[in-house]
């Protein structure tokens, strides 16, 4: 089956292609976009005046990640979303019909040349590996739940010799086929979204800045759900709990509750087992499911670091965030 070129979208997003010799017998396909090491570390803050979240993400291209970084694109409802905010360089704004909000590195260095120049100018204010930006900002009323994060990395375009180089290397390479939000890189986050659910504080690591857990390593987690004035945690069913992606249940029984942040209302300590979870290498948040012992649906997220993951490379360990994330 012959492939199909992707038309540029007004998301501005371009089929991946590199610059290659014409003269040569072997084609050097480009990279994909998604060939990047990527963390996307979210914050959640609720303000119960407006009744709104206040989302803001801090991306963090890992020092060993193999492109820069020029997009990133969360699937959330135009409805939903609302005082959409940009780091310097970047420009974000809703995709219509799409459900589609995106932020893209749009600082160029001669804007005033775009339209002569046979290439598409890179950005300049592309994320670079080992580099971290904050400042992409949304506001909603749908409380976090689990999403995914798609993220694109730079792969520059360059003019090729002609229109029978150009199929050929659709033909032959799967990188310049592949629709750009496809071949993105996934990563898993937390944002807007609909449920019938109440949010909870939850602590991974109770004491823990940064909250490390090796997905490769045996062993179980704590994690704690907070109690509050406006929760007490003896309403929580222990049993009912599920934590990562994979929904692992509490590795022991009897659960004890005690106050681990000194904010004078008792917290429920609970143990996962690590293996689990379904943790990847890379992963920032994982949340907490659960039910009140009324029958009442209750959910909550933490952010984390993964040190020693096997398949991060030739990094020592994770880098960045930690720290409650509701």
């Known amino acids: 089956m012959t492939k199909k070129r992707p038309v540029a979208s007004s998301l501005g997003l371009l089929a991946a292609l590199t610059s290659f010799n014409a003269g040569a017998a072997d084609i050097q396909c480009p990279p994909s976009v998604g060939d990047v090491a990527i963390r996307?570390?979210?914050?959640?803050?609720y303000n119960p005046g407006s009744q709104t979240?206040?989302?803001?993400?801090?991306?963090?291209?890992?020092?060993?990640?193999?492109?820069?970084?020029?997009?990133?694109?969360?699937k959330i409802a135009e409805e939903d979303v609302s005082s959409i905010q940009d780091p310097s360089g970047w420009r974000g704004s809703n995709t219509k019909g799409m459900d589609l909000l995106g932020w893209y590195a749009s600082k160029v260095e001669h804007p005033d040349r775009v339209t002569d120049d046979p290439s598409i100018p890179k950005p300049i204010s592309a994320l670079d590996p080992g580099k971290t930006l904050e400042?992409?900002?949304?506001?909603?009323?749908?409380?976090?739940?689990?999403?995914?994060?798609?993220?694109?990395?730079q792969v520059r375009i360059e003019p090729v010799s002609s229109e029978a180089e150009m199929e050929r290397m659709y033909a032959e390479c799967e990188t310049v086929g592949t629709p750009m939000l496809e071949a993105a890189k996934k990563v898993r986050t937390a944002g807007p979204a609909e449920g019938d659910f109440r949010p909870i504080e939850v602590d991974i690591k109770p004491g823990s800045a940064d909250n490390p857990v090796n997905p490769d390593q045996e062993g179980v987690v704590p994690v704690a759900v907070l109690g509050s004035s406006g929760l007490a945690v003896s309403q929580i069913d222990p049993g009912s709990l599920r934590f990562g992606p994979e929904g692992a249940q509490?590795?022991?029984?009897g659960h004890k509750t005690r106050d681990l942040d000194g904010d004078?209302?008792?917290?429920?300590?609970?143990?996962?087992?690590?293996?689990?979870?379904?943790?990847?290498?890379?992963d920032s948040v994982a949340f907490v499911?659960?039910?009140?012992?009324?029958?009442?649906?209750?959910?909550?997220?933490?952010?984390l670091t993964t040190p020693g993951c096997r398949s991060q490379g030739k990094a020592p360990g994770g880098k960045g965030g930690g720290g409650r994330g509701n």
């Open 135 to 153: 400042g992409f900002v949304l506001e909603s009323p749908l409380p976090p739940g689990p999403k995914t994060a798609r993220v694109v990395g």
């Open 40 to 45: 996307v570390v979210p914050q959640v803050d």
């Open 289 to 303: 499911r659960g039910e009140t012992v009324e029958g009442e649906k209750v959910q909550g997220f933490d952010t």
């Open 53 to 74: 979240f206040t989302y803001r993400y801090t991306l963090e291209n890992l020092p060993w990640s193999n492109l820069p970084v020029e997009g990133f694109y969360l």
């Open 250 to 253: 509490p590795a022991h029984r």
């Open 264 to 282: 004078g209302h008792p917290d429920l300590l609970v143990h996962f087992n690590v293996a689990e979870t379904g943790l990847a290498c890379f």
